[in-house]
């Protein structure tokens, strides 16, 4: 029976992100894509640029993605909080490929608050649920996020067994 294949896609403007997305693809063995925004994001003007798209809720430009989604039975999906939204190049990431994934999960950081509408966003952007989310605040991510990070590894690594049992018995 073949491994199931797992992608881990994320967006990190500050590194806060990135460190959840490095630490999700080495528990669950994964492959990993950073989304790459056209934008700079930098500095103070970076930051506005950001909360700008954010609030407007516009898609920007993105480099293509490297990794072919479709090749994935699960694609998990990171991104920072933006003003209470999905970062504009997560955003821009979920409407290029919704139509291509099998399942998907999603997983966050935060400074305070915002989280679960950014997932519900999230959740309307690919039009489908997740078979997990995650939300990490930037203070855990940066301390010790092993504890949330583990526990929504162990739901992820139960739904691909699910799958690959459902996958041996057709």
Known sequence: MPEAKVLVVYYSRTGTTRLLALAIAKMLSAD?????????????????????????K??????????????????????????????????SYLIENRARFAQVAFFCSFGGRGADQAMREMRELVGRPAVAE?????AE?????????AVFAHVLKGHIARFKALAWMC
């Open 32 to 56: 990993l894509e950073a989304i790459c925004d056209c934008s700079n994001r930098t500095g103070v003007a970076g930051y506005l640029r950001s909360l700008v798209d954010a609030i407007s």
């Open 141 to 149: 991510a940066r301390k010790d996020a092993n504890g949330a990070l």
């Open 58 to 91: 516009r898609p920007v430009e993105i480099v293509p993605a490297g990794h072919d989604v479709a090749a994935y039975q699960l694609v998990v999906i990171g991104t920072p909080v933006w003003a209470g939204s999905v970062s504009a190049p997560v955003r």
């Open 134 to 138: 995650c939300n990490v605040t930037a």
